[in-house]
């Protein structure tokens, strides 16, 4: 545990709280976690700082999980089998990570969000009951939803990382035909599989602040069960409302970080 000030403390219980509550209701919390950990401990290695947001995100993830499963319809089978398939992806992106430059992956990714973001304003029944209710998902979209989304999105985590709660969220709604509140349970399950084996992997390198991980891990629960309860209450319009806020601000923040590399 390092050597922190009080007042820097609060502002990271704070953040973990937020980036919860952002988490549950459409995915991208460590937009605002990742940064935080970062300016709030500048000295300690990144290691740490990814092994410490690992440790945090997951107990979040995994409560948010469980409060979508009791009341929102969601095929827990189906979402493990992708989870499984995300969590082989984001090792064989890990895997090639070292080979590729996030200089030249920012920009594509940039334009893929922009599209995204253009495609849910101008589509806005995507994810709502009228949009989603095209009878039953067929064999040949679960595997797909499996392959293509689990295997695909878990090799871009693996490799890259930013943003992909938002991804999942998107991309199940629109393989599975999945309204934006069980796209965004679903992609729970999914991220506590591929947070999981992350946690593993940085806990055997003994490379977490287990300490300040559990205090932040209160507070990301707290806001990932609200933000969880609040998606659930208000329904596809809010959740969509939020995604365009988290894609924008995930677009920015790629655009800083290229302009500032």
Same mark, same amino acid.
């Not at 080979?99 to 893929?112: D, Y």
């Not at 287990?210 to 209450?233: D, E, S």
């Given at each position: 545990?390092?050597?922190?000030?009080? +007042?820097?403390? &609060?502002?990271?219980?704070?953040?973990?709280?937020?980036?919860?509550?952002?988490?549950?209701? &459409?995915?991208?919390?460590?937009?605002?976690?990742?940064?935080?950990?970062?300016?709030?401990?500048?000295?300690?290695?990144?290691?740490?700082?990814?092994?410490?947001?690992?440790?945090?995100?997951?107990?979040? +993830?995994?409560?948010?999980?469980? +409060? !979508?499963?009791?009341?929102?319809?969601?095929?827990? /089978?189906?979402?493990?089998?992708?989870?499984?398939?995300?969590?082989?992806?984001?090792?064989?992106?890990?895997?090639?990570?070292?080979?590729?430059?996030?200089?030249?992956? /920012?920009?594509?990714?940039?334009?893929?969000?922009?599209?995204?973001?253009?495609?849910?304003?101008?589509?806005?029944?995507?994810?709502?009951?009228?949009?989603?209710?095209?009878?039953?998902?067929?064999?040949?979209?679960?595997?797909?939803?499996?392959?293509?989304?689990?295997?695909?999105?878990?090799? !871009?985590?693996?490799?890259?990382?930013?943003?992909?709660?938002?991804?999942?969220?998107?991309?199940?709604?629109?393989?599975?035909?999945?309204?934006?509140?069980?796209?965004?349970?679903?992609?729970?399950?999914?991220?506590?599989?591929?947070?999981?084996?992350?946690?593993?992997?940085?806990? !055997?390198?003994?490379?977490?602040?287990?300490?300040?991980?559990?205090?932040?891990?209160?507070?990301?629960?707290?806001?990932?069960?609200?933000?969880?309860?609040?998606?659930? /209450?208000?329904?596809?319009?809010?959740?969509?409302?939020?995604?365009?806020?988290?894609?924008?601000?995930?677009?920015?923040?790629?655009?800083?970080?290229?302009?500032?590399?």
């Amino acid at each position: 545990m390092p050597d922190i000030s009080l +007042t820097t403390l &609060v502002v990271l219980c704070l953040a973990a709280a937020a980036a919860g509550w952002i988490d549950a209701v &459409v995915g991208g919390g460590g937009l605002l976690l990742l940064p935080a950990l970062l300016l709030g401990l500048p000295h300690v290695p990144a290691a740490h700082i990814l092994g410490t947001n690992k440790a945090v995100a997951i107990v979040g +993830t995994s409560g948010a999980a469980v +409060t !979508y499963a009791r009341k929102a319809p969601v095929e827990v /089978r189906t979402a493990v089998r992708i989870g499984l398939a995300a969590l082989a992806g984001s090792m064989g992106g890990a895997f090639f990570a070292a080979g590729i430059s996030s200089e030249v992956l /920012r920009p594509v990714i940039m334009v893929v969000l922009l599209g995204v973001a253009a495609f849910v304003m101008l589509r806005p029944s995507f994810g709502t009951a009228a949009d989603t209710d095209k009878g039953a998902v067929t064999r040949a979209r679960t595997i797909a939803a499996i392959v293509l989304v689990g295997g695909g999105i878990g090799f !871009y985590d693996g490799l890259f990382g930013p943003g992909t709660g938002t991804f999942l969220v998107l991309a199940l709604s629109a393989v599975l035909h999945l309204d934006l509140v069980t796209a965004s349970a679903t992609a729970k399950i999914v991220n506590v599989c591929t947070n999981a084996g992350a946690l593993v992997m940085f806990a !055997y390198q003994g490379s977490v602040l287990w300490q300040l991980a559990a205090l932040m891990a209160v507070f990301n629960l707290a806001g990932a069960l609200f933000g969880a309860r609040m998606a659930l /209450r208000k329904g596809s319009e809010f959740v969509r409302g939020v995604l365009l806020v988290v894609v924008f601000s995930l677009v920015a923040k790629l655009a800083f970080d290229q302009w500032t590399a």
